[in-house]
């Protein structure tokens, strides 16, 4: 069983619709929950960042974490085409800073 | 602004030459900074841990023969791809934190292209 699953998509969505990208884990160590948005040959970008089972919402996007169940969510309200771009999960233990990532789902938002 | 740069952010090289890749945070110490290489539509996968002052810890497969890792400041990590072969192309990008600070402190260079004809 990999450590991390991610659908890889491609998703393709009309501007202005929801969207909802997912992973499961199976590491109960992993204590801190992040996603990225990388743009094509871009390093990636830290969008949301959650140590706790909930919901956080920073403006359109909306992290959920369910420990209990190790699954993870970003919700994406509204999409722009500007959203367009790969979206990984990400997870971390303790104090250690080295992530280990989902494969990534790859989102395109159309005009 | 970036709080982490690397250098250069993409290279070709011809197959059997060595090539450095750098990567200095620019606001913040790291004693510890982190090495990932992204293959065209997949995921990031963590080569190499780099240390300052000390050897470098690498992943299960990584060969530290060839991706050689000097980590001798605070503030610079470089990789160094040793008799690059065509199989080696690939995106590589690092990563740094401050001592202190949670995961939201973990910052990624812009990364760096890398060809072997």
């Known amino acids: 069983q990999k450590e991390v699953e991610q659908d890889p998509g491609p998703l393709s969505v009309p501007e202005g619709a929801i969207v909802s990208l997912n992973c499961t884990y199976s590491?109960?160590?992993?204590?801190?929950f992040m996603w990225y948005r990388q743009y094509s040959r871009k390093g990636p970008e830290l969008l949301m960042y959650?140590?706790?089972?909930g919901n956080k919402e920073d403006g359109r996007f909306t992290a959920q974490v369910d420990k209990s169940s190790k699954y993870i969510s970003l919700f994406i309200r509204d999409s722009q085409p500007s959203d367009s771009a790969t979206y990984l999960c990400a997870f971390t233990s303790g104090s250690a800073r080295q992530l280990t990532f989902g494969s990534g789902t790859q989102l395109t938002v159309l005009p | 602004g970036a709080v982490v740069s690397q250098h250069p952010s993409w290279v070709i090289c011809k197959s059997g030459t060595s090539v450095k890749i750098e990567c200095r945070s620019l606001?913040?110490?790291?004693?510890?900074m982190f090495w990932y290489r992204q293959f065209p539509k997949q995921s990031l996968m963590l080569m190499a841990t780099s240390n300052e002052g000390s050897k470098a810890t690498y992943e299960q497969g990584v060969e530290k023969d060839k991706f050689l890792i000097n980590h001798a400041s605070l503030t610079l990590s470089t990789l160094t791809v040793t008799s690059a072969h065509p199989e080696d192309s690939s995106f590589y990008i690092c990563?740094?934190?401050?001592?202190?600070?949670?995961?939201?402190?973990?910052?990624f260079g812009e990364g760096s292209w890398l060809t072997v004809v």
């Open positions: 959650t140590y706790s089972s």
């Open positions: 590491n109960s160590a992993f204590q801190y």
């Open positions: 990563s740094a934190s401050p001592p202190t600070g949670g995961g939201n402190t973990i910052y």
């Open positions: 606001d913040f110490q790291a004693t510890t």
